[in-house]
Each structure stands twice: as C-alpha cells, then as structure tokens.
C-alpha cells in the first residue's frame, strides 16, 4: 500500500494528475478566483512572497512549486526573525525551525520540527513528503535528511537575532550574575511570527505550507503547532486549505486548522470559519488568561479567503495577501476580542 501510495504520488506530481487512478486523486473544479496563492501578511511581506510565487504559478500550474517558492523568501530573508534564516533562537540562543507542507490531490504530507542550521525548513518538509513514506523528521535525525539531499549546514543566528535574544536573557531577571547595560522591557516580550502560504490552481489543486521559528526563547526542544498536520496547516482538496500563526500551544490543543477547514466542509465561509475557530480556544480559556494571540487564514475552492485573530496585532486588525489573475490584494479580517 505504501509503494502504491508512493507511486500514485510521484504519477500525480509529475504528470498533474492525468494518469493518476481517480479514486486517489481529489480533483476539485476550479472556480471564479483561480488559480490563487496568498499568505498570511499583509501589503509589504505579501508582495514580496506572493510576486514570486505567483509567476511560478503563472508559468508552471504547480502549487507545490508556488507555495515552496513562497515560503522560501521569507525563510532566506535576514529581516524577517520569525522564520528560517534570522529568526530569533531558543532560550539557549540556538535556532531551531519548524516547517509542513501539504498536498491536497494526494492528500500527502511531510514536516520537520527542531531542524537546525538549514535555512528553508519547509523545503525539507517537502522532499519528507515526496522522498520518504513518513511524514514527520526532527532534530538531529531531520538535519542529516537535509544533508543527505544537498543541503547545506549554516549558521542561521543573525547578529540582529543573537542581540535581542542577549537582550531578553540579560533582562530575565535582576537575581541572577547577568547585567543589562540598559532597562529595555522591549527585551522581555516573547515577539513570534510564522507564514502561512496557500494556493489552488487553475486544475483546483490545493497546497500550502506553514513555516517558522516558533516562539522566540523557547525552552529547546519545543514544538509549536507549525509542523503539526491538522494544528499550523490542513489542506483537503475537496474543501480548501487553513494555517494558523500564534500561539502554537493553543492551536494544537484544538486542532485548529483541521478544524478551519471541517467547517468550511460543513458549509461556513473561510471567514466565518476562521471565526469559529478562534472562539473555540476563547471558550476552552479563562477569559481574563487570554494574553496570547491566534490567528487563522482560508481559503476554498471557489478562491474565497477569509481570515480572523482572537487579538489586534500591533493595534491593527488581521490581514492576508492574496494574488489572483486581477492582481495583489490585502483582505481585512476580523479580532474577536478587543
Ligand atoms: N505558531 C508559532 C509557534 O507556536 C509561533 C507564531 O506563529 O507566532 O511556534
């Protein structure tokens, strides 16, 4: 069965489906919006993950390809530290990534969790879907894959991400033998990020991958809901794709992307969908413990997007990006708290 599941694979990827056995293969009809990629940024972080990524889908019609392309940029810019290459580092000052990626004709996956020293994760998570019949590597184990199919061993700390993390341990405490040169608060917040990139093709064609440092200081070892199938990203070709940033803790506990997208198979647009799902961690918590935040983007099959948090973020409300034959756009979402 697994061989099958390999070969079905393989035959699907390469030849977009047309020799594939059609029990296996969720072929979806593509409707008004398609083809269509987004993730979850807005106007200046969209353009330069979704330009790229679009003319990948453009020429190619492989999702895989778009969504990888995606993820990519941002996981090889110094700038952004909340993904690959420059994201801020565990409580050890050591980076450790999590990435999945998901195909919806197959309904197949991979992912890697706690991989050190390779800049874009999600490409690893990638050839874990296509190269082997698991879906999950980690650590030590999922660092020797990449180097096995080429990859290059790195150092992923910036100076921009080893100072903030120096900040954040010499402000931790006023009884320990660290000394701060400065009183800077800024130093004790817990800044997270992640992106999630989602697309169909004109064949309706579902994929998408969730990538990032995970929360910044965490204790090492850690695994947030990025890496996790059904928690940072579920994609099912018959309904669409979700992916989640945030608090990861709160998204695994309640199988929040799988849950995004079973409510949109239940009828929910992605907006009210997204919705739904915050609500649900808001009612599993004490209200008055809410200091973290959620958010979840969607798409479905008719290129619907919606997209919603349980918090403003930086005073401002939840946003995607989202790039179609009519060009980029930034969708508004909705906070359900505040
Ligand atoms: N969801 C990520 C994690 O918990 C972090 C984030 O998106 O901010 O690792």
């Not at 090889?76 to 450790?96: A, I, K, M």
């Not at 992605?270 to 004490?286: G, K, L, W």
Request: aromatic share 6%.
């Amino acid at each position: 069965m697994k061989n099958m599941n390999r070969r079905h694979f393989l035959t699907t990827t390469m030849a977009l489906g047309a020799a594939a056995p059609s029990f296996m293969v969720k072929k979806s009809v593509a409707k008004n919006n398609m083809p269509i990629i987004l993730c979850s940024r807005g106007e200046m972080w969209g353009r330069k993950v979704l330009q790229p990524a679009w003319e990948v889908l453009e020429k190619t019609n492989n999702i895989l390809d778009a969504v990888e392309t995606g993820a990519n940029v941002v996981e090889l810019d110094p700038d952004d530290t909340s993904v690959g290459y420059g994201g801020l580092p565990n409580e050890n000052g050591v980076v450790q990534l999590d990435a999945c990626i998901m195909y919806g004709p197959t309904h197949t996956c991979g992912s890697v969790a706690c991989l050190e020293n390779i800049k874009t994760p999600s490409s690893v998570a990638r050839l874990v879907m296509e190269r082997t019949d698991h879906i999950h590597l980690v650590g030590e184990g999922a660092k020797r894959f990449a180097i096995m199919h080429g990859f290059v061993e790195e150092n992923l700390l910036t100076d921009k991400a080893r100072l903030e993390w120096l900040k954040w341990k010499e402000n931790l405490s006023d009884k320990d033998d660290w000394l701060a040169p400065v009183e800077d608060i800024e130093g004790k917040q817990r800044s997270s990020g992640t992106i999630n990139v989602l697309g169909i093709n004109a064949h309706g064609e579902v994929a998408g991958v969730t990538t990032t440092s995970g929360l910044a200081w965490k204790i090492p070892g850690r695994v947030g809901d990025s890496p996790i199938i059904g928690a940072g990203l579920y994609v099912d070709n018959h309904v669409g794709a979700a992916g989640a940033t945030g608090r990861g803790e709160e998204v695994i506990r309640t199988c929040g992307s799988f849950f995004v997208v079973e409510r949109m198979r239940a009828g929910l647009s992605p907006q009210q969908a997204c919705e739904a799902a915050c609500q649900r961690i808001i009612d599993i918590n004490d209200p008055s413990a809410i200091d973290f935040n959620v958010k979840f983007v969607a798409v479905n099959l008719q290129g619907e997007v919606g997209c919603a948090s349980i918090r403003e973020s930086g005073g401002a409300s939840p946003e995607l990006a989202y790039w179609t034959k009519s060009g980029f756009h930034v969708y508004q979402g909705k906070t359900l708290l505040n």
